[in-house]
């Protein structure tokens, strides 16, 4: 068993715990009623999803076109594109940048690729200070933790929570106000927006015709990012590529509706390069940074491609039992929930990661609410069936399996035994199926025993 299978099955315990589980199931309970409504406003919400998932399959299909369209159009507008191979590469590019601006504190608007890339912790390294500007970033951040959640990264904690925190960090008057919090944390911001050398984004897409990266945001955080500091530069995953603009009234409803139930999200930002001639606002200098990191892997998989069509809108994490359950902290992953489980064997290997893939129920609620249609169960059992192949289970599963196949191969073998051996064979793992269940009986005769005994009665 390998030490994150461990840790898995150690911090899944915070299941039992009832304050925890009750601020997510609040959480998610409010997302709840505001995607269905949002839902409500599409007249044929599948036939959306097909035409979003068909653009997508086609993107991901051909993915080297489409980003060489990216990088031609966005040298047009003066944007400097960098690409990455993998996160080392990335963060030292994203540091050399940085320090050529002079940079010794930045600004940094929600983006999980950051997170992906551990960049704070690496910018903090090479003494150059990160500043979240998201305000469940800025929670998390301040708290010292990491994104709970895809869209909502402080989902765990509690308006209560989060009082405390700040007035254990910032001395707040108790019991302050979600308002009076959001107050505080705008003015401490506008200093830092105002003084920063560099700011950082993400992208929610690469539009490839226009040569610029779209962001979507509710708080205006992302585009204060951008437009105070002097030299701007965007993280984006090669996947995030869309072939126009023609493309986005298509998707940002469709993200906005999955995700937060908005008709539209707050602020969409199209940013197609650096200030120009003659402008009082935006940066001197635009950077790109296009990641690879195994994402080419991926896409050269004959299902697995499917995920890269995800558009983190977070639905899959918002309705999956286990998530729900156990909460984004205990997968140990940058990308948590059906999604995270999918994609991070792939991105950090099998041999540590593929314990995720197990813990599924394979109910399929996360493949039914996906906008772009990934079969999201479907990949779990498929990276399931890659584990055993790769023979990554420990000698007890895979000697299981084994046993497990042999017996279902025919009715026969099922039946060598009967009930009551089968009975003690159970009870030699009293906690097979967890702590909390009791392995059901055996009857001492199987259904086929049974019928044949009844026939010749």
């Not at 150059?128 to 708290?143: M, N, R, S, Y």
């Not at 437009?227 to 995953?237: D, E, L, N």
């Not at 009986?441 to 259904?447: E, G, L, M, N, V």
């Amino acid at each position: 068993m390998s030490k994150l299978k461990d840790i898995f099955l150690e911090d899944s315990k915070i299941a039992f715990d009832r304050k925890h589980r009750k601020t997510i199931n609040f959480n998610i309970s409010r997302y709840d009623e505001s995607v269905a409504k949002g839902k409500q406003r599409y007249q044929n919400l599948d036939l959306a999803k097909k035409r979003a998932s068909f653009v997508k399959d086609t993107v991901v299909g051909n993915l080297a076109e489409h980003l060489e369209t990216f990088e031609k159009n966005a040298l047009k507008n003066n944007i400097q594109v960098i690409w990455a191979r993998n996160g080392e590469e990335a963060v030292d590019e994203i540091i050399r940048v940085a320090k050529e601006a002079g940079a010794e504190m930045l600004v940094k608007s929600k983006s999980m690729i950051s997170e992906e890339l551990e960049l704070n912790e690496n910018l903090e390294k090479n003494h150059i200070e990160p500043v979240e500007t998201d305000l469940g970033e800025f929670i998390v951040q301040v708290a010292g933790e990491k994104p709970y959640h895809i869209l909502t990264p402080a989902m765990h904690k509690s308006k209560e929570d989060v009082a405390e925190l700040f007035t254990r960090k910032f001395n707040l008057n108790p019991g302050s106000t979600p308002q009076e919090i959001t107050l505080f944390v705008r003015q401490v911001l506008r200093e830092k927006f105002t003084s920063a050398e560099v700011g950082i984004s993400g992208a929610n897409f690469l539009v490839a015709d226009v040569g610029g990266i779209l962001l979507t945001e509710n708080e205006g955080n992302g585009f204060m990012s951008v437009a105070f500091p002097k030299v701007h530069i965007a993280i984006a995953g090669i996947e995030k590529i869309l072939p126009s603009v023609k493309h986005l009234p298509l998707f940002l409803p469709m993200l906005a509706a999955l995700g937060t139930g908005q008709q539209l999200t707050v602020y969409n930002s199209l940013i197609t390069g650096s200030r120009k001639p003659g402008e009082t606002n935006g940066p001197e200098k635009m950077v790109v940074v296009l990641l690879d990191n195994n994402r080419s892997t991926i896409a050269a998989e004959e299902e697995h491609y499917k995920s890269l069509k995800c558009i983190r809108c977070g639905a899959c994490l918002n309705v999956c039992p286990i998530y729900k359950n156990v909460g984004g902290y205990t997968y140990n992953t940058t990308y948590s929930g059906p999604i995270g489980s999918v994609i991070t064997p792939f991105l950090k290997g099998f041999e540590d990661y593929n314990h995720l893939s197990f813990a599924c129920t394979v109910c399929g609620a996360c493949t039914e609410v996906c906008p772009v249609k990934i079969p999201l169960h479907d990949l779990l059992l498929l990276n399931r069936k890659k584990a055993v192949e790769q023979n990554q289970g420990d000698l007890s599963w895979n000697v299981g399996m084994k046993a497990m196949g042999w017996a279902l191969k025919k009715r026969q073998n099922l039946d060598i035994v009967n009930g009551n051996l089968k009975n003690k064979l159970a009870k030699l793992n009293p906690v097979i199926l967890g702590k909390e269940k009791e392995f059901p009986q055996f009857a001492k005769h199987s259904f086929s025993e049974t019928w044949k005994i009844n026939l010749n009665k």
